[in-house]
């Protein structure tokens, strides 16, 4: 039997995942444990015993120098008895469980590798007895894990798992479930760090799935095997797209997040993995699940007694925050996201594993905002966010292909923002390699298509090459026809494909070309709620492309609902304030050209666009940036003045004209609003209005140009 327990290292001592190998304990053969191989000489046996007692000492002490000593005394006894000594893989446990301990204090890989080798070496004799081979699979288990977790190589883990997949298939004792667990979980971080392997994956579900098969509802292995299950399952939908995987997945989520008697740990994984795979399906069509899927990611947060994991679970947080905004337009759930993601990314350890992916959900919300609110200091943070994710993943990264798509997009819009030297041919190579990288089945595949259309019409715009606006079309048809029904993404990839004919149709004036941008413009409108935030864009295509076909056919209902779709647009309250003004504007002058014009009508549109401009100074961008947006607008006040005088309401043209131009004035005198009253009732709160306002009056610092 294995001697008894060595101490615990002292619990200043270790990283993250010192607590994975706390039941890590050299096993050893005294003169009680003759084991399965006969009587062992007394030199060795007085060896390893003498070996183990300064071990634990040492252990006891944080010593690190006696811990050598004692990991030394053991290679030493290993190597004299010898590789055909009968015990030899006892010993090389031994080994291997030092170098365990001794890593505790030290914090060298090398440690580690050392452990590993020493480990499968022992497995390879074949000469270990259980339960010590149980337990020793499942120590390398976790030194495996906790070494790619840790330090960031995912190389070493292809032949150990192929060792422990075989190894684990004879252990008997009640260490198999926590051995084939952690096997599992060692497939799993296999295909998340070096790309996709569907076998790897499939045999992790399996075990997974048959861990659980195999125990009650009160063993705790069991709601580990449940989230291991979600986990598994959610990767292989995202790489296969079967939705009974995602269906699957969450069904093991809900069960793993509401077992009872389990640890407070296990509540916290289970609650935050709910909130993870709900997220996920609320984009594949069932949007109401994003609720839910917040609402179990702040419990979890909230429930979350450990720093090293929470700073997981508040990284989770964030990334189901960006999809609720997405999905629901609410801008205090992208800033929060922002927020999150920034802390995790700055508390994280810098080798932490999954950094990568954090760090793309970031970029992906900064660029959201700046879509939003216009602030060019979002996007180029986007774009760096993106550029460090996407150098800190291994090529094989399960989310390197989001990285990619990602760039190309923020690198796109850099380029039709402030046209910046090399940002669309870097665009062109980013979209290009996530498409070409794509398995045909990927589930994400024809989103990377439809961005990669987008960057083809793009270059178009700059070339002028009519093939490149071909190529455009053809992927925009080939994303339509691959994505599946009630996909998130299906109104977006309709909106381009729109877009493309539309293009194409301003080059040539093929009448086919209009047709059907219309059609599919229809379907864009058709399959997007009405508060959807997309949905503004939507209607702004399809109103474009029934204005082109108006000024070609000289048909007035396409004019009429052209008009319809632009109003509903720029009333669209969770729209984007850009295309709001756009949509108002545009409707405006196609009303004011058309032989029926009735100016009331088009004097009310252009009112419309005038009072949404101050939506693009809204005071959470910054001054330069507001000044930026409103800048795109001159002529707005001036139009909306000159109708209202063609309507003979001067009074009106006045107040429009001056509001056109004032937006930002209009601001400043906002804060000088009087504050007595508050003060005399909330003066704590009449004081810090007081200091927001003092800091929203503060003039913009000037940064000194180099030369």
Not at 13 to 23: F, K, M, S, V
Not at 88 to 110: A, H, P
Not at 201 to 220: F, K
Not at 375 to 395: M, R, S, V, Y
Request: proline share 5%; charged share 25%.
């Amino acid at each position: 039997m294995c001697p008894p327990p060595v101490a615990g290292a002292h619990p200043r001592c270790g990283r993250r995942h010192a607590d994975t190998i706390r039941n890590v304990e050299p096993g050893g053969a005294g003169r009680q444990d003759r084991g399965a191989g006969g009587p062992m000489p007394d030199v060795y046996d007085d060896g390893v015993a003498n070996c183990l007692r300064l071990l634990r000492q040492a252990m006891a002490r944080n010593d690190r120098a006696a811990v050598a000593t004692a990991v030394d005394g053991l290679r030493f006894v290993t190597v004299r008895a010898g590789s055909s000594h009968p015990h030899r893989g006892i010993f090389l446990t031994n080994v291997s469980s030092g170098l365990v301990l001794r890593y505790r204090l030290s914090q060298d890989v090398s440690d580690l590798d050392e452990a590993i080798g020493a480990g499968l070496g022992a497995l390879a004799t074949n000469a270990v007895p259980e339960p010590q081979r149980g337990a020793l699979v499942a120590q390398l288990n976790r030194v495996q894990t906790q070494r790619i977790e840790l330090h960031g190589l995912p190389d070493d883990l292809t032949g150990a798992v192929r060792v422990f997949r075989a190894a684990v298939d004879g252990v008997r004792d009640p260490a198999t479930h926590l051995a084939r667990y952690l096997v599992a979980k060692a497939l799993i971080i296999q295909h998340e760090q070096t790309g996709p392997d569907s076998r790897g994956l499939d045999d992790a579900i399996d075990l997974m799935d048959g861990i659980v098969a195999a125990t009650g509802a009160d063993e705790m292995i069991r709601v580990a095997a449940l989230t291991g299950s979600t986990n598994g399952r959610r990767m292989r939908f995202e790489t296969r797209g079967d939705r009974a995987d995602l269906s699957r997945a969450i069904e093991t989520a809900r069960e793993a997040a509401h077992a009872r008697g389990q640890t407070a740990e296990n509540q916290v994984t289970g609650l935050s993995n709910l909130s993870t795979i709900l997220r996920l399906n609320a984009l594949y069509g069932a949007e109401a699940d994003i609720t839910e899927a917040v609402d179990a990611g702040r419990r979890a947060a909230a429930l979350s007694p450990d720093p090293s994991r929470r700073v997981e679970v508040i990284a989770n947080l964030g990334i189901v925050l960006r999809t609720h905004f997405e999905l629901r337009a609410d801008a205090a759930s992208l800033n929060e996201a922002i927020k999150l993601l920034r802390g995790a990314d700055r508390t994280a350890p810098p080798d932490h594993s999954d950094r990568p992916r954090w760090l793309c959900h970031l970029a992906i919300a900064l660029l959201q905002r700046f879509l939003q609110l216009g602030e060019p200091a979002d996007l180029d943070d986007a774009i760096g966010c993106g550029d460090d994710a996407l150098a800190k993943g291994p090529e094989g990264h399960h989310d390197r292909l989001a990285m990619l798509d990602l760039l190309s997009c923020a690198y796109l819009v850099r380029f039709r923002d402030s046209g910046v030297p090399g940002d669309l041919g870097e665009s062109v190579r980013r979209a290009t390699e996530a498409v070409d990288s794509s398995p045909r089945n990927h589930p994400q595949r024809p989103g990377y298509v439809g961005n990669l259309s987008i960057v083809a019409r793009s270059q178009f715009t700059v070339t002028r090459h009519r093939p490149d606006l071909d190529t455009a079309i053809r992927y925009g048809r080939e994303a339509y026809a691959t994505i599946r029904p009630g996909h998130a993404a299906r109104p977006a990839v309709l909106v381009n494909l729109c877009e493309g004919l539309l293009a194409r149709f301003d080059d040539t004036l093929h009448g086919p070309d209009i047709d059907e941008s219309v059609q599919v413009g229809e379907e864009a409108v058709r399959i997007t709620a009405r508060d959807h935030p997309s949905r503004a864009g939507a209607l702004d295509s399809l109103a474009s492309a029934r204005q082109r076909r108006f000024r070609h056919r000289a048909a007035r209902a396409d004019a009429d609902r052209a008009c319809e779709a632009w109003d509903e647009a720029a009333g669209s309250p969770t729209g984007n304030a850009r295309t709001r003004i756009l949509a108002a504007y545009e409707a405006a002058e196609l009303c004011a050209s058309s032989d029926w014009r009735s100016w009331p009508q088009v004097l009310t549109r252009f009112a419309s666009a005038v009072h949404l401009l101050p939506l693009l100074g809204w005071r959470g961008v910054s001054r330069a940036g507001q000044d930026r947006a409103l800048a795109a607008w001159p002529s707005v006040g001036r139009d909306a003045a000159a109708c209202a005088v063609l309507v003979a309401d001067p009074a009106r043209s006045v107040a429009l004209l001056e509001q056109g131009r004032t937006v930002r004035w209009t601001q400043l005198l906002e804060l000088r609003t009087d504050l007595d009253a508050l003060s005399r009732t909330v003066p704590r709160v009449a004081s810090r209005l007081d200091e927001i306002r003092r800091e929203l009056d503060r003039p913009p610092v000037q940064v000194p140009q180099g030369h």
